[in-house]
C-alpha cells in the first residue's frame, strides 16, 4: 500500500475511533502531509517510508526549515500515531524508535494595553464600506491556524502561491492542500481586493 492511500485509511479509522471532529482530522492531515511532502513522492510504499532513517532526517529538516518547537511537536506526534496505527496493520514492521516528548507550553503572554489597542484601531481601519483589511487579517489567522506554517513563511507568501483551482498553496518547496473553509477566507479577501483595485 502507498503512503498517500495509508495516511487517508489512518484519518478515516482513527478519526472514527476516536470521534474526531473534521477540524482534528485536517489537522492530522496536514502534519502528516509534510511528511509525504519531505520524502518527495506519496506513492512511496508506506514500508519503505516509515523507517528509522526517514524519522531522523524528517524531524531534523523540520528543524531546519524554521517550524516552531510546538508545530514540531505535533507533528512528531501525528507521525508517531500513524506510524504505530501502521505497524498495527502489518503495514511496518519496524516500530518508531524514537520517543516523542510534549514541549512544554508556554508561558502565557498578555497584551499591554497599548498593544490591545493598537490592533483594534488596526481591526476598525479595514471595515469600512470600501475596506479588505480585516478579510486580509481572517485569512492570514486563518492559514496560521490550519497550515501551522511558520509566521516568517507567512511573511514571505504572494497571492500567486495559491491556487483555487487545486485549493493549494506553495509554501516554500511544500505544496499544501487547503480547507473548504480556509479556500473561502481567501477567496473572499482576493475578491475583496480586485473590487479596490478596480
Same mark, same amino acid.
Request: charged share 20%.
Given at each position: 500500500?502507498c503512503?498517500?492511500?495509508?495516511v487517508?485509511?489512518?484519518?478515516?479509522?482513527?478519526?472514527a475511533?476516536?470521534?474526531?471532529? /473534521?477540524k482534528?482530522t485536517?489537522?492530522?492531515?496536514n502534519?502528516l502531509q509534510?511528511?509525504?511532502?519531505?520524502?518527495?513522492? /506519496?506513492?512511496?510504499?508506506v514500508?519503505?517510508?516509515?523507517?528509522?532513517?526517514?524519522?531522523?532526517h524528517?524531524f531534523?529538516?523540520l528543524?531546519?526549515?524554521g517550524?516552531k518547537?510546538?508545530?514540531?511537536e505535533?507533528?512528531?506526534?501525528a507521525l508517531? &500515531?500513524?506510524w504505530?496505527w501502521?505497524?498495527?496493520q502489518?503495514?511496518?514492521? #519496524?516500530?518508531?524508535?524514537?520517543?516523542?516528548k510534549?514541549?512544554?507550553k /508556554?508561558?502565557v503572554?498578555?497584551?499591554?494595553s497599548?498593544e490591545?489597542?493598537?490592533i483594534?484601531? &488596526?481591526?476598525?481601519?479595514?471595515?469600512?464600506?470600501?475596506?479588505?483589511?480585516h478579510?486580509?487579517d481572517?485569512a492570514?489567522?486563518?492559514l496560521?491556524?490550519e %497550515?501551522?506554517i /511558520?509566521?516568517?513563511?507567512?511573511?514571505?507568501?504572494?497571492?500567486?502561491?495559491?491556487?483555487p483551482?487545486?485549493r493549494?498553496?506553495i509554501v516554500?518547496?511544500m505544496?499544501v492542500?487547503?480547507?473548504?473553509?480556509?479556500?473561502? %477566507?481567501?477567496?473572499r479577501?482576493?475578491?475583496?481586493?480586485r473590487i #479596490?483595485?478596480?
Amino acid at each position: 500500500m502507498c503512503l498517500a492511500e495509508a495516511v487517508e485509511m489512518f484519518l478515516v479509522k482513527n478519526g472514527a475511533l476516536r470521534s474526531h471532529s /473534521p477540524k482534528t482530522t485536517a489537522s492530522y492531515r496536514n502534519r502528516l502531509q509534510t511528511f509525504i511532502v519531505f520524502l518527495g513522492n /506519496p506513492e512511496i510504499d508506506v514500508a519503505t517510508a516509515l523507517v528509522s532513517d526517514n524519522a531522523v532526517h524528517y524531524f531534523y529538516w523540520l528543524e531546519q526549515r524554521g517550524y516552531k518547537p510546538t508545530t514540531i511537536e505535533a507533528k512528531k506526534q501525528a507521525l508517531s &500515531a500513524f506510524w504505530a496505527w501502521a505497524y498495527q496493520q502489518g503495514l511496518t514492521k #519496524q516500530k518508531l524508535e524514537i520517543r516523542v516528548k510534549k514541549a512544554d507550553k /508556554p508561558p502565557v503572554v498578555y497584551l499591554t494595553s497599548e498593544e490591545a489597542a493598537r490592533i483594534e484601531h &488596526a481591526a476598525l481601519g479595514g471595515t469600512s464600506s470600501r475596506g479588505f483589511l480585516h478579510l486580509r487579517d481572517q485569512a492570514a489567522f486563518t492559514l496560521l491556524h490550519e %497550515t501551522e506554517i /511558520p509566521l516568517r513563511a507567512l511573511a514571505g507568501l504572494t497571492i500567486d502561491a495559491y491556487n483555487p483551482v487545486t485549493r493549494t498553496l506553495i509554501v516554500g518547496t511544500m505544496t499544501v492542500l487547503l480547507s473548504d473553509h480556509l479556500c473561502e %477566507t481567501l477567496d473572499r479577501y482576493l475578491q475583496a481586493r480586485r473590487i #479596490q483595485e478596480l
